[in-house]
């Protein structure tokens, strides 16, 4: 009888069973093996992905692990793109997917400018997300490549300071109820550092009273927050503090 050689690999998928979000992604291991290497990743001071932050914020009990297909290694990238798509897993879906997927390095490979970029970018003192928005690169591989070629991977203190004109710029934007994160890209600072000095303006809301007492009348009759974000147009992450403040 022939042996026709052929690799298999595993679909797999995580999901809170709390918030109800989930993550997408393939290994040629055991789950259980692949299961354990990513609570390791989320007990690192480091955290470079949405569901190891979760993890470490929730509980490895918190999560149901599951197989959704096996499948042969050349498939493996396809069918993880597929199924992050079908389960909405991608973090502007409300999931942990940092990437649309397919980025095993079996079919999407790196060029070696990409990796040195990064690294360099690293040596300057850039975080892995923002190297990641830069190179179009997940952030947890370039935290691999940092340690395969022994770029420094902790966290790299920054200097905070900025002038008083520009803080004054800062709180001017944010009194016309301007985000942290455009505050930040106009100014050509970080979030953190605008937030530290910003934090104590209070921004009135934009939802009445009524709004509010609606968007948690809708979630206590049993719409998910998914139903609920739909039909009142307002983010799920707000709807939940309301829930949360409500008694």
Known sequence: MLSTNKQFGIIYKVTNKITKQCYVGQTTQKLSK??????QESCRN????????????????????????NCDISMLDIME??????????????????????????????????????LEYRKSGMTFF?????????????????????????????????????????????????????????????????????????????YSIDIKNNAVRLRQSGLTWKETSKKTNIPESTIRDWCKNFS
């Open 34 to 39: 692949r299961k354990y290497r990513h609570y």
């Open 46 to 69: 480091l955290k470079n992905s949405y569901l190891h932050r979760a993890i470490s914020k929730y509980g490895m009990e918190s999560f149901i692990w599951e197989e959704l297909l």
């Open 81 to 118: 793109i597929f199924k992050i798509m079908v389960t909405h897993s991608h973090w502007t879906e409300g999931g942990y997917n940092l990437t649309w997927g397919g980025h095993s390095g079996r079919g999407n490979c790196y060029t070696e400018e990409i990796i040195e970029k990064s």
């Open 130 to 206: 923002d190297i990641g928005k830069i190179v179009n690169v997940p952030p947890n591989t370039i935290y691999d490549w940092a340690l395969k070629f022994s770029v420094n991977v902790k966290v790299i203190p920054r200097h905070n300071k900025i002038s008083d004109d520009i803080i004054q710029k800062a709180i001017d934007l944010r009194n016309k109820k301007m985000s942290y994160c455009k505050i930040a890209k106009v100014l050509n600072v970080s979030p953190m550092t605008i937030y530290k000095n910003c934090k104590d303006i209070q921004i009135p809301s934009k």
